[in-house]
């Protein structure tokens, strides 16, 4: 009798795993819809100042939306001290969606979030068995307050972006570790590589993926040979159930640690390269804090501080704020002292139950690893920590909790009733908190002045919510912060500019020259001191003393834009009308839409007597700015002087500065 040669199909699933997907289908639906729900107010919310305009509102490659210059310079650009062409690209397409509105922004990182949630619950369904465990896991990830800053903050895009491609690799690695195949190997290193093109964070997953093949994968084999397993053998005819399917997979795939090393390396190597090339990234940018400035002593002790400070943030959700001043050298021994004990106390226990809690030292591990390219071993900026460093890190704790709470409860009504309705009740109190948190995101005066209240007084947090206040149309409230800000930081060059320019928008223009001043005896070299000091010469009409500052800040800085915009508006009040054009062509090769630049080349050709190629100049401005009132202006003042109808009363009006 001929036997057929096509592979046997699989047998129906039975009633009760299509149960247990519909359960896994449900969890996954409400975690989406809890995430969306608490997470709904930021639609409404605008951009904060705090890194918000280099990555959207002010970038324009960005705020064009995606175009073939944007994409080069989205895989070419250092920006913000970071190489993140995926974030950049993800930006762009949210411009051609959403048209440029903050709020479309803000439900993208939402809806990035809510996907990483369900993919986090589904990568420990998989891996584990356990859904409701898995759940509880997803749902701490989701709602925690920690994790407001990576998703109500635009510019931590690149986080949940990261996390929303390193969650599908762990995804497609468990799927390897369970069913084997080289395909879902590759597809979980393709997803890790976009991961690291999303941002450097994630380059300790591949020691993820070796903590996971611990426990709860059970690949790793330290006998040498393959452990016999009760259920490997079902009884004939029948079909075996799916945890003894998945018991199969993973009694058969257990390797050596050296295998399990070796089927990693492209991994590590990937890692290593994303590493090599963040490093260059923040240093080329000059974001890296040298030693001689923070001490490794400093940075040693920074670290041991700031982990045991998110777990007590972790434990107690209060005073987040967006900026944690770094204390430099001044540190007292105690508290690191008393860090250092606790963080040695849980690897100990953790290590010695490994037995039996071997999810207690999976979940340790994974916090203790995944935070450390976070952690000021090599110090990025003035900060000491930062929630949003936490966002993937944390679920190693919420691991380690959620399967250990189960296990100390004992079994019966405590386990099967009391507990279910504590851990809702606990989600739902976090939910809440987390919601509050969220509100402090609205606006940057709201954010800033609640940083101000969480870590105290300092020059960095009053510096933004000073020009927050300048920005919404508050410029006294924001000099007042300003001043604040220059007296913790005497020594900061830049804070007495910024201090200068409000100063000098208020119309106190000798106050405002007396901050670029000090600024000039802080740094002399200052091209951005010298250009503003000569713009308060020049409103003085102390011409050649404002025409000395401007060539001086050339000297140091000779493409400095701003520069060359206030020269050449000199340049034409002095009717040195070639001067301008000159001065004004420098700026539009760095920027080619500058509408200032463009108007002021076209006024000093409409005083040349050059009338069409003046008109030709204002029609290319109001085809990049149609509602300019000046522009428009000029355009029909050029065209009475082309027809013979100009006032000359208006013309000589016109001579004026651009």
């Given at each position: ?14 009633p ?33 100042i ?6 959207v ?13 944007g ?11 970071n ?17 440029g ?10 809806l ?24 509880a896991?997803a ?7 920690l ?14 972006l ?24 590759s ?5 890790l590589v976009c ?43 029948t ?6 399917r998945?018991e199969?997979?993973?009694f058969?795939r ?28 923040q240093?080329?940018a ?8 923070t ?55 953790v ?9 207690l ?8 690893g ?8 090599v110090?990025?900026?003035?900060q ?6 936490t966002?993937?890190?944390?679920i ?5 909790v ?21 851990v ?11 919601y ?30 000073g ?7 508050s410029p ?7 001043k604040?800000?220059v007296?913790?930081a005497?020594?900061d060059?830049s ?6 320019d ?15 001043r ?12 010298h250009?503003n000091?000569?713009?308060?010469f ?7 003393q404002a ?6 800040a050339l000297?140091?800085e ?15 009040t002095?009717a040195?009308?070639?001067?301008a ?41 109001l ?12 355009l ?6 082309k027809?013979?109808?100009?006032n000359?009363?208006?013309?000589a009006?016109q001579?004026?500065a651009?």
């Amino acid at each position: 009798m001929n036997r057929s040669n096509k592979p046997r199909a699989n047998p129906p699933a039975t009633p009760l795993e299509d149960r247990k997907v519909q359960q896994a289908a449900i969890w996954a639906v409400l975690l989406f819809a809890a995430t969306l729900l608490i997470y709904a107010q930021v639609w409404s919310f605008g951009f904060v100042i705090v890194d918000d305009p280099n990555y959207v509102p002010q970038n324009p490659h960005v705020v064009q939306g995606i175009t073939l210059h944007g994409l080069k310079w989205s895989w070419t650009a250092i920006h913000d001290y970071n190489w993140i062409p995926f974030t950049w690209l993800s930006l762009m397409l949210d411009t051609d969606v959403y048209g440029g509105r903050p709020g479309g922004y803000h439900l993208t990182n939402v809806l990035l979030h809510a996907a990483n949630t369900v993919l986090l619950f589904l990568v420990l369904a998989a891996a584990t068995g356990a859904r409701a465990k898995s759940a509880a896991v997803a749902a701490l990830f989701a709602l925690h307050p920690l994790h407001v800053e990576s998703v109500a903050w635009v510019a931590e895009r690149k986080d949940v972006l990261s996390t929303l491609f390193g969650l599908l690799s762990l995804f497609a690695y468990v799927r390897y570790a369970m069913q084997g195949g080289l395909r879902k190997l590759s597809a979980s290193f393709v997803f890790l590589v976009c991961s690291l093109l999303s941002k450097q964070t994630l380059v300790t997953l591949p020691f993820v993926f070796l903590l996971l093949d611990y426990w709860p994968l059970g690949r790793l084999n330290m006998t040498g040979r393959v452990p016999n397993s009760p259920q490997r053998i079902a009884p004939r005819g029948t079909r075996p159930s799916a945890p003894a399917r998945i018991e199969r997979a993973l009694f058969d795939r257990r390797q050596s640690p050296g295998r399990l090393l070796a089927e990693k390396i492209p991994f590590f190597l990937a890692s290593a390269v994303f590493s090599l090339v963040a490093v260059f990234a923040q240093s080329s940018a000059g974001a890296v804090v040298a030693l001689n400035e923070t001490s490794l002593t400093s940075r040693i002790a920074n670290a041991v501080v700031a982990y045991a400070a998110y777990l007590e943030k972790t434990a107690f959700p209060q005073n987040l704020a967006v900026y944690y001043p770094h204390p430099g050298e001044n540190w007292r021994w105690t508290v690191i002292a008393g860090a250092a004990a606790v963080l040695l106390a849980i690897t100990a226990a953790v290590i010695g139950s490994v037995r039996r809690y071997p999810f207690l030292f999976v979940g340790w591990f994974w916090y203790l690893g995944t935070l450390v390219p976070m952690i000021g071993l090599v110090q990025i900026g003035s900060q000491q920590m930062a929630d949003r460093y936490t966002y993937f890190p944390l679920i190693g704790l919420f691991i380690a909790v959620a399967w250990l709470v189960p296990e100390l409860v004992p079994l019966g009504l405590l386990r099967t009733r009391v507990l279910p309705a504590a851990v809702l009740a606990s989600i739902v109190l976090m939910a809440a908190t987390t919601y509050v948190q969220i509100g402090y995101w609205h606006d940057s005066v709201t954010l800033l002045s609640h940083s101000l209240e969480c870590t105290g007084d300092n020059s960095i947090a009053r510096r933004y919510l000073g020009i927050a206040y300048v920005q919404e149309g508050s410029p006294a409230q924001g000099a007042d912060e300003l001043k604040q800000a220059v007296l913790l930081a005497p020594a900061d060059a830049s804070l007495h500019i910024q201090l200068g320019d409000v100063l000098q928008h208020l119309g106190q223009l000798d106050e405002a020259a007396a901050q670029y001043r000090e600024a000039l005896t802080l740094d002399s070299h200052s091209a951005q001191a010298h250009s503003n000091l000569g713009l308060i010469f020049f409103k003085h009409h102390e011409y050649e003393q404002a025409r000395q500052e401007y060539r001086r800040a050339l000297e140091i800085e000779p493409d400095f834009p701003s520069a060359h915009t206030n020269l050449a508006a000199l340049c034409f009040t002095t009717a040195d009308y070639a001067g301008a054009i000159a001065h004004s062509e420098r700026v539009l090769r760095q920027d080619p839409d500058s509408t200032d630049s463009e108007m002021c080349i076209a006024m000093a050709l409409r005083a040349q007597g050059h009338l069409d190629d003046a008109i030709r100049r204002v029609e290319h401005v109001l085809e990049l700015k149609p509602e300019d009132p000046v522009a428009r202006e000029e355009l029909a003042h050029t065209l009475a002087l082309k027809n013979g109808t100009a006032n000359t009363s208006h013309a000589a009006q016109q001579q004026k500065a651009p």
